[in-house]
């Protein structure tokens, strides 16, 4: 009873500590807006941004240093929506999942209320996120050592099985043909176990994958350029006429939120255990949030045409995911990601040792930076939702005056995120399939989903069979995951067979 | 230590007092070169970790040491440290493009392996800021508690590397061929994947950079069992344990790679005087008390050599024996 006692006012002392000192508010006001900018902008990622920040937050108090990152940092992925909701322009691959709602909610004029729901989900991501961060500070052990490769692999398996869903009815083999031809590109570059270069031919840039960020702007981006450049108008085609981007519209956007909440809380919290095991990678937290409000949904057939599920779900998991991954960094002094990388060679020169020592000696500095993510989360809405209205504005630009300037920024992504001028012409080719597959309806998100979790599949299989041979699976954590796997794919097969019964006609409608 | 860096300094001052008395005119005219001119310092490694950490310090403190001068950090990385370096080699003599890459890549080198478009005898070597000294590292909950319960195991264990072609690959499976180390190489173990698989149990033990294992043992998650390099007093040096001949070659090898760590680089040709002027300035640069103090803070040790000391041990350490070379070739070139 003391010592829960002691706790509280551990937890509440770091909140009151860290609002009423108008030092570092200022900074996480600093460092809200530098992480709004850089997440905007596609191809400059996170961890760039820490990076640079790090001369600065030299001889910086510890905590306030500390927050200084924290902040910037959580915030990154909320602006990222932006572009990806309004121009169909992902900032990188958790994005991607975004767009595929977002960007149709845009062309139906509803910019303002798409971006309301989304910055909102962000928001309750993120903070989510910090709570299933405090929860999880006495079983992180467990947790996170029961995810071994065996589980990754399963895990990667599970989402590849949710193409079945994303395709839309009667678009299944479609769905999966698109899907494999991810996959397949996902195994380009290095073998993981025999180090042989595939399909790189003497191309270096090829070595390491191809670009997700490439593949996905290629993918997206720039068929929904080719297409409204040659419709002509502007990209909320509401008839000519300007829907004004009301405060009302926002509103009716960050409502859906609440409306939605069992599905955002789950998703949240689905990313924040994604996050907090180190080796799944960001793009999975989102892509298996937005499956999965997909699979539960009663209206499946709704997502891909602008279904506001579709934008919640991964801009939770993408924003609590970022809680998670702090978890495993400051208590194991292992980094879960690698922004998280950067940021634990920040905290060292901050003069903190991340490690179990944490939990006794530093227990505030954690309270501190779980309120920072909370309230650098609310900071980051509130000015989203403030300046949203002019941004919405954009979609009604009329396309020969976007469609360059948009073109511009996609190339400049793409360059930027590698610094490698080969990846434009892979963006080319590729764009050159990716506008095939939107000329003539087929679904499009099954190829990032094979080409993101395929890469993750593989080498996780490999791994898996190296340490425990054929038998890997028969762990109790692995058996849950093939019994979702097989209910998935069984629930898929008998969804589409009896979709195709009661719909026989129009179902493509 | 105290004493040794008390002779470099002393000499420093009279290299440099020879150089001053040498060559005023040529120096003069290098460092006048430099005002006003951008200087590109190319990371082979994506931003963050160790070689960005090191490249961004010696950057920003080399540029305050050749005034007048603008120093801009590229990250350009891929195909584990080669297209970085590549792109190094490549780029034009003119002393306003330098930058730091693995040391690892001797061993492509040497078996003239796929994607190496550089010979790393012929660069221009500024210096280097630390060494990384290689360990033998096990998981806490291990019952392997020294080098001699290692080797005497009966059934193998698992040890991780990172992906194949690596240096940690290379040298994990070279020194378990010729001394026969009763382990299983796990690949793909990139970054800090290896330590959470050590908590997990799934491995045991892996051979890394020291620097990489510090915080691992210091959090009580692992212990140290022997050491290639380095001067821990209290950890076995392999090369002392180890009796086979090819073994102390290889290792000897292993160690010069790791002594020449954090290394800073140009292209083929950069003229003298200018080379002259940048390996000053890194010097300066490695000597500045800033740069010692904020190391410290981050963890870098600093450790430099400079200039011809480095060429010297990038010379001896490509010059290997036949079989030497036939034993990376062989563990680079991994079995179908």
Redesign the interface.
Known sequence: MGACRLMIDVMFGSLVGLLTNPQTMGLMLIAVMIGLIVGATPGIGGRLSIALAIPFVFGMDMTQGAVFLLTMHAVNGTSGQISSIMFGVPGDGDDAATTIDGYPMAKKGEAGRALGASITASGFGGIVGAIVFAVMIPVLEPVVLSFSPAEFFLLAVLGITFIAFLAGKGQIFKGIIVGLFGMMLSTVGMDPQTGTARYSGDYLFLWDGLSTITAVLAVFAIPEMIALAARGGSIASTGGEIVKVSYRQLFAGVLEVPRHWFLAVRTSIIGAIIGMVPGLGGSAAAWLCYGHAVQTSKTPERFGHGAVEGVIAPETASNAKEGGSLLPTLFFGIPGSSGMAVMMGAFLILGIQPGPAMMTQNIDLVWTLIWALVVGNLIAISFLLFITRWVALLTFVNAAMLVPFILVLVMVGVYSAEGQWENLIILLLIAAIGWGLQRYDWPRAPFVIGLVLGKIAEESLHKALGLWGIGFFTRPLSLVLIGLIAATIAYAIYSNVKGKNVMPAGAGS | MKKNCTIRVALAGAALAAFSLAGPAAAQEGAAFFKGKTVTYIVAT????GY??YG?LVA?YMQKYLPGSTFVV???????H??GT?AIYASKPDGLTIGSFNTGLIYNQLINA??VRFDLSKMSWVGKAASESRIVAVAAQSPIKTWQDLVSLKDPV?FAVA???SAS?VETVMLANVLKLPV?I????N???D???M??G?IVGSIASRSSYD??V????GRLIAQIGGNDPNLPQMSAVVTDARAKELLALIESTGEIARLTAGPPAIPADRLEVLRGAFKQAMEDTDLRA?AE???LPVDPLYGEAIVRMINAALKQSPETVALLKES???K?
């Open positions: 994506a931003p963050g970790g960005d950490t961004r920003e590229r990250n350009m990385p891929g195909a584990g080669l297209v590549n796929d994607g698992n992906g194949p072609g690959y299983r796990q690949t793909g173990y970054g800090t994947d330590q959470l698989a908590r997990r799934e915080q691992f210091k959090n009580g998650f904020r803070k981050i963890g680079m070139e991994r179908k």
